[in-house]
């Protein structure tokens, strides 16, 4: 009786024989039986029938770390001096709850040992393609699958050259071949080797085929007197950017939308040296820009005089006086949204001193104020480029919903944010806030009560209030 060795088979024939016994998650030499069977013997109904490979895998699940089931990490351990920092790397892992499978090439085994990986991830290490072993109870091609993300640290020169070409001729490459989940390369090799054009050229390829990667950082080789660009990321560094590949993507209601946003309170000068203010903190304006940010818009900020970073992401205008406010605004329309969170001076001084004014025996200089101009009432009434979502505030020490609707009236906005900034709420300056959202509609103007909440929640459930509103109008 002849006998078959899947091992001699052609590469495509291997190929094709790994995937539909992954697939049908059967080891090859079963899926080869049923195959064998399925042409000699009538269809036996209690076997499981074989399905045809879809064109495309499903997406998997992201389990988050802590989560009823595990993240899961298929970690292969290339060949490379660096292979012994993969070791505290699965640690890493663990740390953060997330299941380590360890898959090593044959030359990672000379660097760090299948028993020292075994032990720190607490599972078995697969090295072997045709190992018999692993074919019953796992599978190679299972190895690829049966997973959330594949890592690859260390990824030597010869690592990714294989990728890059699709070879399979071993366990690392063949799991790496079949792979339907996210690659995370962590390259670390001579600097000699990563600046060649041919690492370069692979570097590059993978790069467009959707491989990510990490590093290599910069720093001394385990060569001596060799230095450059070329060492491993460092354990932590992987297992951070694992966690946040593991993460489900972030919802982006707001993408490609523009919103606008002034914030903070504005200096009116008095003379080159003193100005009038109020006591704005401009956080909750900068907790719905950072809000909006992360939904996907791009925030345009405008500021008055703030002790805040300018949010990640947001392109931020820095003013002064109300008029340099709504004159930036101006400059950034056309916007989608338009959120009016700042503190404007309603006057400002109409005789401003061009030089500091001094003490004198005369009687105290008088203060002459003029009218500034209402920001939001001029946005709000433009015929064109008005905003279609445009949003006041309305900070009030007493009648709070009366004199917001009153507001509301006057200024010619869609919506008001209503909050009471009397001194006993410590809502100016302080990290928590109470607000009213008024609409209308035909039927009038409808008030929802929020429950006290940080700024930071008041700006992320106005912003997805925004979305909602926004998002059905599209
Ligand atoms: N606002 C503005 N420009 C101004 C004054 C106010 O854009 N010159 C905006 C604020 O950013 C806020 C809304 O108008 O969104 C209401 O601001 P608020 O200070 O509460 O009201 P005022 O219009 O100033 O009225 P009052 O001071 O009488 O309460």
């Known amino acids: 009786m002849a006998s078959l060795t899947i091992r001699k088979l052609d590469d495509s024939l291997k190929t094709y024989l790994r995937l539909r016994s992954a697939q049908n998650g059967r080891s090859v030499e079963e899926e080869v039986r049923v195959i064998l069977r399925a042409l000699t013997e009538p269809a036996d109904p209690s076997e499981p029938p074989s399905t045809p490979l879809p064109a495309t895998l499903p997406e998997p699940l992201v389990p988050q770390p802590g989560s009823a089931r595990e993240a899961r990490v298929t970690l292969i351990i290339g060949g490379g001096i660096a292979a012994y920092k ?31 990986a075994s032990a720190l991830s607490g599972d078995r290490v697969f090295t072997d393609l045709f190992d018999a072993r692993s074919e019953f109870d796992v599978g190679h091609i299972r190895l690829a699958r049966d997973c959330d993300l594949i890592v690859v640290a260390p990824a030597t020169a010869d690592l990714m050259a294989k990728m890059a070409q699709g070879h399979a001729d071993d366990l690392a490459s063949a799991i790496l071949l079949a792979a339907s989940r996210p690659i995370l390369l962590a390259p670390a090799m001579n600097p000699m080797m990563w600046s060649n054009p041919a690492t370069r050229r692979n570097a590059a390829t993978l790069q467009r085929d959707g491989v990510h990667m990490i590093g290599p950082n910069a720093g001394e080789m385990a060569e001596k007197g060799e230095a450059g660009v070329g060492r491993m990321a460092e354990p932590t560094e992987i297992a951070e950017a694992v966690v946040a590949m593991l993460k489900p993507p972030v919802p982006r209601p707001l993408a490609g939308r523009r919103v606008l946003i002034t914030a903070g309170p504005t200096h009116e000068p008095i003379d080159p040296v003193r100005y009038i203010a109020n006591r704005s903190s401009g956080k909750q304006g900068f907790a719905i820009a950072a809000a909006a940010q992360a939904a996907g818009a791009d925030v345009r900020l405008i500021t008055g005089p703030v002790e805040l970073a300018d949010p990640k992401g947001v392109r931020v205008t820095h003013v002064e006086s109300a008029r340099q406010m709504l004159e930036a605004v101006e400059a950034e329309l056309p916007a989608d949204v ?23 025996d005369k009687a105290i200089p008088p203060l002459q104020l003029v009218e500034n101009p209402d920001i939001l009432a001029t946005i709000s009434k433009l015929k064109e480029k008005r905003p279609d979502l445009v949003i006041g505030f309305a900070a009030e020490t007493e009648h709070l919903i009366d004199n917001a609707k009153a507001k509301f009236a006057r200024k010619g906005c869609d919506w008001i944010v ?26 009038g103007v409808h008030v929802a009560s929020w429950p006290i909440m940080t700024k930071d929640e008041v700006a992320t459930a106005l912003v997805a209030e925004i979305a909602r509103t926004v998002g059905q109008s599209a």
Do not use: Y
Not at 351 to 360: D, I, M, S
Not at 418 to 443: C, Q, W, Y
């Open 338 to 360: 338009a959120i009016f969170a700042a503190a404007v001076a309603d006057w400002r001084v109409a005789n401003e001193g061009g030089q500091k004014l001094k003490k004198t």
């Open 86 to 116: 993969s070791l505290d790397l699965i640690r890493r892992l663990k740390e953060r709850h997330i299941h380590v499978r360890c898959v090593m090439t044959k030359a990672a085994t000379q660097f760090v040992t299948e028993l020292a």
């Open 418 to 443: 209503a909050n009471d900034v009397s001194p006993a709420t410590g809502v100016m300056g302080g990290d928590r806030n109470t607000v009213h959202l008024l609409t209308k509609d035909a039927d």
